[in-house]
């Protein structure tokens, strides 16, 4: 998008498939490099001190850059915008999300918990390197002094970090876009979706429950691989959903063109999903979201306008909606065509990149103030 626009964009990327490598010793190495990487700052300010960036957007230092780039720019004066893809600042886990549910016991600013529960990957020794990072720049002021300013992809995830500390004043939002932009479809819908990560926390099983319980007769779709497919499976044919077919990890492409001949999106997750980028290629289709009533979900999906909210975990109120979906499809059609309007408002590449540029801007005439 940028590029497109303009600008020139020189990108430095780490793979954390590297971290794989690193056996024994090495791995020693490796929870120090994720503190403060002395070798990854030196190549940082090498590319600095040569292209001269007016500014450095930074999306992600976990696991292979680490946070020792902030260090670097404001060495050279270089202004810092991040990304808060997710909560990991606040969260070792990243997700607020534990033992099947949200859990915010590190947000007041103690990272014991997590370490206690091993929250990362379920080992207490990586949870604590993780913990050590967060302690370690926030002690050493990090966040507050080496980032002129904070990008959070909703205004539910931007009061999150003030709670945990960021400041306010620096903290904007601007959402995730689509592009290119599918358009408007043509032809009948002909069933229910969901497209996304089969992972405990996405909770597709509350809403194989609600077809079982409402005995919807509507077919749904299920697209997405993950760790939970085989046990979905099972229960769906349990369940005796003959209608309910699992469709696999599909393309981009393949899952846009299955929201285009859906009649609504079930977004069911149960953690606090940062942003959620199907329901705005859903809203892109002008096929309206049945998504849980909790954080960006329920901030995203305005309820009765551009889709409908169901109470989060809650099976018989996902069917009672669903139901009522089926039964008034003049009022599911109104909802499809505000979503595209609303996507045509907030989501498009080229509002996208206004708001950015924006961003940026403030950003660059902090630094220069």
């Not at 903290?171 to 592009?179: A, C, G, Q, S, Y």
Request: hydrophobic share 40%; net charge positive.
């Amino acid at each position: 998008m940028l590029e497109r626009a303009g600008h020139r964009v020189i990108t430095f990327c780490q793979s954390n498939w590297e971290a794989d490598e690193y056996k024994g010793i090495r791995r020693i190495a490796l929870a120090k490099r994720t503190i403060w990487s002395s070798e990854i700052r030196k190549k940082f300010l090498a590319l600095l001190r040569q292209d001269r960036p007016d500014l450095v957007h930074v999306h992600n230092t976990f696991v292979m850059i680490s946070p020792s780039i902030y260090s670097a720019c404001s060495a050279e004066g270089i202004p810092v915008v991040q990304t808060l893809h997710n909560f990991r600042l606040l969260c070792p886990a990243a997700t607020f999300f534990r033992n099947g549910k949200v859990c915010e016991e590190c947000l007041p600013g103690s990272l014991w918990p997590s370490v206690e529960h091993a929250c990362y990957r379920g080992s207490r020794t990586a949870t604590a390197v993780i913990a050590g990072m967060l302690a370690y720049h926030r002690a050493r002021g990090t966040w507050h002094n080496e980032i002129s300013c904070f990008i959070a992809l909703t205004e539910f995830a931007r009061q999150k970090f003030i709670q945990g500390g960021l400041p306010a004043d620096r903290i904007f939002v601007k959402p995730n876009f689509v592009d290119p932009d599918p358009g408007e479809p043509i032809g009948e819908r002909e069933y229910a979706l969901f497209a996304g990560r089969l992972s405990p926390e996405k909770r597709v099983s509350t809403v194989l429950e609600a077809w079982r319980r409402g005995r919807l007769s509507i077919p749904l779709l299920i697209a997405g691989g993950g760790p939970d497919r085989r046990h979905l499976e099972k229960q769906a044919a349990a369940a005796g959903l003959g209608h309910i077919q699992f469709l696999g990890q599909l393309s981009r492409e393949a899952t846009v063109a299955a929201i285009r001949k859906a009649r609504f999106l079930v977004f069911s997750s149960e953690w606090y999903e940062n942003f959620g980028l199907t329901m705005v290629e859903a809203f892109a289709c002008c096929t309206p979201v049945i998504a849980s009533d909790l954080g960006a979900m329920k901030e995203i999906v305005q309820n009765g306008k551009t889709g409908l909210h169901f109470a989060v975990g809650d099976p018989d109120d996902l069917a009672r909606k669903i139901e009522w979906a089926q039964t008034h499809p003049e009022e599911m059609r109104a909802m499809g065509m505000e979503a595209r309007r609303e996507y045509e408002t907030k989501y498009t590449a080229d509002r996208n990149y206004s708001m950015l540029l924006a961003i940026y801007e403030w950003a660059m005439k902090q630094g220069t103030s």
